[in-house]
């Protein structure tokens, strides 16, 4: 069920919800300006807790810490797909007590597998932590676009505890250095998508192109100090089908020659940068 943008629609609505769709699977109540964590509740407290599976609570800015909030992973046992992107008062004291009680039934999924919290810069270091520990191995999406409390700390712990993400969403994170894209690396070696656009902080992404050998899409948009020779590395990567480097100001013609000797890059945008009208041609 999409309510997405519905001004009219209350917690009253998905109380209506919860009573009457006992096989509700997936719920979006995006940008609706009068859900507040009540309706969490009245889906935790009906047969749709046995049955939800993707739920979008993104911009609805009356949801804030609270019990509803803070046991949603052991309420909702099916929940794989979340969205609290601009939920701006859900903050570190509602995700640091996430959990999933493998007791409670023997067919729990070990935790989300999607979760995106973007714009939610009431979440630190400290909560992500705590995210990805009670996710561990089932977290494969993870967006923390424009967090600007994110920093390297975040992504040691993806790396430590998500090594199935294949995809990750660092845009505008500024908090980001090559110190966390070097832990990535490391850890989370199946990423086949990373978005770094506006990561102004990041200087060499080698180390992407030796621990992610199945990276497919890469944005490095407006991450005007990455260097030539780090695009040139990653260019070469032989699964990488989509490259960004709009505003990535040292790229050279060298990187166009790599791309047209390996053939493997489909989509590529560039732009703001030293590359010139006759290397492209």
Sequence with gaps: ???????QITDDSILALANNCCQLMSLSVSQC???TSCSVGYLS??????TLTQLDLSGCNLISDSPEIQSILNDLIHLDDLNLSNCRDITDNSVNLWKRDDSCSSSLPNGLKTLKIRYLDSISDLGIECITRCSSQSLTELNLAYNTTIMDASLFHVAENCSNLRKIVLKGCRGIT???VNALSEGCHFLVRVDLTGCLCINKIESLAVGCPFIEVLSLNSCGNVGHGSIVRIAGV???RELNIFGCR????EVLEVIGERKNIKSLCIGCNKITDKAVE
């Design 1 to 7: 069920v999409d309510l997405s943008g519905n001004k």
């Design 33 to 35: 300006s009068s859900i």
């Design 45 to 50: 407290n009906s047969e749709c807790r046995e």
């Design 178 to 180: 090559d110190i966390g």
């Design 238 to 240: 032989a699964s990488l």
């Design 250 to 253: 040292f790229a050279k013609n």
